[in-house]
């Protein structure tokens, strides 16, 4: 009698299942087995895929150009991903001490693998992002992309600059050095003098009335934990908004409706 001829060979067995794994885990993923050549079959494709779905079904030409964007917003997002990745990194080595926070920095020089080039590609990374995130907020601003129907994102925009800004403020004072102290010190002063919020402001920051151990916590909590946090959150609200508006502007959004109905 012959065999069925829809039976695998068994050796052929383990290989089919680790293929039809395979399979199942793309389909999984994208939810869709090939490429879509039609309207509707690219929207579902969008729709259900975990990758694409944060992106608009249709966007303009325009606003696809480089020399529109710049990639700016994703150069900022980018630096984000990699300062989180060394912030990481450098937690390991780094205890919120005033007896032993500068000793650990100088650690990092000597007595670390290549925490030379970590510590710097953080600092580095975290001044680059300060600028490159002005730098997007001001390209936004000149190309009106800030305009209806995109005021809230605009918001969203500058809290993540608000936020960015304070990332970099709370950082300053964990090398724990003379410039970080100083700094720190006339900068929750100026602070200080702040109508009505000044004063409770600065008390919060300090845990005190001066720069101290209580002011290295809380830096430490703020940089690490808090401020990160809070922006990742308005990151993916701000990303959940630009899918919403229809990705980014183009030149026709904002253009009056002319008159007539003509061209």
């Known amino acids: 009698m012959n065999q069925p001829t829809d039976v695998a ?3 052929q067995a383990p290989r089919n299942r680790i293929t039809g794994f395979g399979r199942n885990i793309y389909r999984s993923l994208f939810r869709y087995g090939r490429v879509p050549q039609d309207a509707e079959g690219q929207s579902y494709a969008v729709f259900n895929n975990l990758f694409l779905h944060i992106h608009p079904v249709k966007v303009s030409r325009h606003s696809l150009r480089f020399s529109y964007t710049l990639g700016l917003g994703v150069i900022a997002t980018a630096l984000f991903l990699v300062l989180t990745f060394t912030g990481v990194w450098l937690m390991f080595y780094y205890f919120p001490s005033a007896s032993e926070a500068y000793n650990r920095m100088l650690d990092l020089r000597s007595a670390v693998d290549f925490g030379f080039v970590l510590r710097n590609v953080h600092k580095w ?3 680059l992002m300060v600028l490159v995130v002005i730098l997007h907020m001001a390209r936004v601003f000149f190309t009106g992309a800030y305009k209806p129907p995109r005021e809230f994102n605009w918001l969203v925009g500058i809290l993540l600059l ?4 304070g ?3 709370t950082g300053y004072l964990l090398p ?7 700094a720190i010190t006339v900068g929750t002063s100026i602070a ?4 009505v919020l ?3 402001m600065r008390k919060f920051l300090l845990g005190g009335d001066v720069v101290g151990q209580e002011a290295l916590v809380r830096f430490y909590v703020l940089h690490v934990v808090i401020l990160p946090g809070l922006l990742s959150i308005f990151l993916a609200v701000h990303f959940w908004r630009i899918r919403k508006d229809g990705g980014l502007s183009h030149p026709n959004d904002n253009d009056p409706p002319s008159k007539g109905g003509g061209q």
């Open 9 to 11: 060979p068994p050796a």
């Open 167 to 169: 990332l970099s403020f």
């Open 125 to 127: 990374g975290a001044e």
């Open 198 to 200: 000044g004063p409770p």
């Open 192 to 195: 200080g003098y702040a109508p």
């Open 176 to 182: 724990w050095d003379q410039l970080a102290f100083w």
């Open 162 to 165: 608000l936020l960015t800004l």
